[in-house]
Structure formats: structure tokens, C-alpha cells
């Protein structure tokens, strides 16, 4: 059973939040998490409530959640699926994350009518970033999937300021090298394939309301998720991957801010060398599909096998999430 944690939180205005970014949050920010120096949203915001096709914005149709303390919050809705239907709107989200917030957006994510959070990071990121804030009486379930330790070795790179050090730890490939060895992972390690099973299963059963998930940044673990879902519900390969490399558009000016900011702060004579870590890719997404090919031949039996969701959660799934 995964261990859950409520999170209370007092006033905090979008001035207090502004005022209370410090170096410690910019330096977690480097690798790409949640919202620190100043967040905003970089794509059209498309307001609607749950359940409400919304207009269709320039990025494809994807209707963002604006907020001004997380840059990568989605409704997966909206996605054509095999047999004419879509993906209804409202039921899943998901999402960077939630640790910085502001008043305002919580209540804007109290409109969402969650039942369930799902938190992807492993505890030092929650330690690092801080725990979500989150409507009143809402838990979140905490699924660690596991990066074999990427993370701290990365932030302690570059908290040491040390140009060599950062440049032997990032540089010539190797932090592109780190996040295929991390898709991976989503597929070898029997512990992160138990999460990514169980926030399947949220999504075919959850009957107290939508379910969202989310890890760091929104867009790894996440965008895994995210693509091994649309495409069990159908969702075409074309879409499946263009949600999952939409996270680019939707985190650029804030990961600009960032690399700025460490700049400024003199963190990193080169932050240049965290864009391998701050974008998606097709080779990250296409080392975790070879790897499904690998181990489990295709992605229904690395669902079947590697999962353990047999075909009646599919068919609960597809039941309850499309139209």
C-alpha cells in the first residue's frame, strides 16, 4: 500500500510567493522541478470545467491548466482513439510540481475536483522542492520512481560551482547518456513498473473524482506515464508522442529563467549544459520503447507482463476515459 501524506498551508499571496524564491529553490530548479525564480505559464491558457470540451489552443488542442506556481499542468483529454471516440476531458491531469503554488492556485486546482494526487518523486526531491500544496482534505499518495540516484549527483555537481566538475558530470553526452539510462529504468526497475501499475488502476477505478499524477518537472516520469496511457486508450502514436514532446513548449521560458538565474547567481558559468536535462527528447522516449521491445516484445505485454494490468483493467480503462 503506498504511503500517503497531507499537506496543510497557510495564505500565501502570489507577493509572498515571489518574495520567498531563494537560491536553494533555484538550485533544485536547475534540473528542471518545479517552479522556482519566477514561473509562469508559456502557452495559451485555456479555461473549462471538468468534463468541458474547452476551445482548442495553438499547441495542438491540449488544454493547459494555468497556474503561476507550475508550468506543465495538463488535461490529457481531447485525444481521437480508435473507433471515432476521445479521450474525455477532466478525469486525468497531469502535472509538475505542486510544492509552490499560490492561494490562487489552489483554488483554482480545488475547481478540478480532484480525488487523488499521485507524486512520482523520490523523497529528496520532496525534501529538496517541498511538498505540494493542495486543497484542503486532499491526500497525496507518494509513488517514488526511482532515477538509480541521477538527481543527487547532478544537483551535487552543480551546487559545487566547480566548472570542471560540472562539465565532467553534464558535459560531452553524458547528462543525454543519464536520462536514457533513466527511461530505462522506467522499464527494468520492478518498483517503478509497481507505480506506474498502480496509477493505472487509480485511473480505471478512481470513482472520487479525477486523478492527477506528477513528478518533478512533469515530463519524464510523467510523460512516460502519460504515453503508455493515451496509447492503451487508443490515443494514435502521432499524438502520443506529441504530448509527450508539448512538455518542451510548455517548460521553455521558465527553464530559460532558470539556466539565467544560475547564471546571475553564479551557480554555473555554463547552465547550458542542463538543456539535455531540462528537454524531452525522441531518443529518451525511443531508449524506454526499445527497451519495452527488448524485454517484453511490445508495449501490451510490457502493460501484461511488466505491469501486471491484465485486459479487464484495459477495458475499464477505455470504459471510463473515452467517449
Request: one cysteine or more; hydrophobic letters at 40%.
Amino acid at each position: 500500500m503506498p504511503h500517503t501524506y497531507r499537506t496543510g498551508h497557510a495564505d500565501r499571496t502570489d507577493n509572498a510567493y515571489t518574495a520567498a524564491l531563494s537560491r536553494r529553490r533555484a538550485l533544485a530548479a536547475a534540473l528542471g522541478t518545479a517552479a522556482a525564480l519566477t514561473a509562469a505559464p508559456v502557452a495559451a491558457a485555456v479555461p473549462g470545467a471538468p468534463g468541458e470540451a474547452p476551445a482548442r489552443p495553438a499547441t495542438g488542442g491540449i488544454r493547459q491548466i494555468p497556474l503561476k506556481g507550475a508550468v506543465n499542468v495538463r488535461d490529457i483529454g481531447g485525444y481521437r482513439a480508435r473507433g471515432h471516440g476521445r479521450v474525455r476531458y477532466g478525469l486525468v491531469y497531469r502535472a509538475d510540481a505542486l510544492s509552490e503554488l499560490t492561494d490562487a492556485d489552489v483554488a483554482r486546482v480545488a475547481g478540478l475536483r480532484l480525488g487523488e494526487v499521485v507524486d512520482f518523486r523520490v523523497p529528496f526531491e520532496v525534501k529538496t522542492d517541498g511538498a505540494d500544496r493542495l486543497p484542503a482534505g486532499l491526500a497525496v499518495t507518494s509513488r517514488s520512481v526511482s532515477d538509480g540516484g541521477q538527481y543527487e549527483q547532478m544537483m551535487a555537481a552543480i551546487g559545487s560551482k566547480d566548472p570542471a566538475v560540472q562539465q565532467e558530470a553534464l558535459g560531452n553526452g553524458k547528462a543525454a547518456a543519464a536520462m536514457r539510462t533513466t527511461y530505462r529504468m522506467f522499464v527494468t526497475d520492478a518498483a517503478n513498473r509497481a507505480q506506474f501499475a498502480a496509477t493505472l488502476r487509480d485511473a480505471a477505478y478512481g470513482g472520487r473524482g479525477a486523478l492527477l499524477y506528477h513528478c518533478t518537472s512533469g515530463k519524464d516520469r510523467t510523460g512516460w506515464m502519460t504515453y503508455v496511457l493515451l496509447s492503451l486508450l487508443g490515443v494514435s502514436e502521432r499524438d502520443a508522442v506529441g504530448d509527450y514532446l508539448a512538455s518542451n513548449t510548455f517548460r521553455a521560458a521558465h527553464d530559460a529563467q532558470v539556466r539565467e538565474g544560475l547564471r546571475q547567481a553564479g551557480l554555473m558559468r555554463n547552465p547550458e549544459l542542463l538543456i539535455p536535462v531540462q528537454e524531452v527528447r525522441m531518443e529518451y522516449l525511443d531508449a524506454a520503447r526499445e527497451q519495452v521491445r527488448s524485454a517484453f516484445g511490445s508495449l501490451d505485454r510490457y502493460v501484461a507482463e511488466g505491469l501486471g494490468v491484465d485486459r479487464r483493467v484495459v477495458k475499464v480503462l477505455r470504459a471510463r476515459l473515452v467517449e
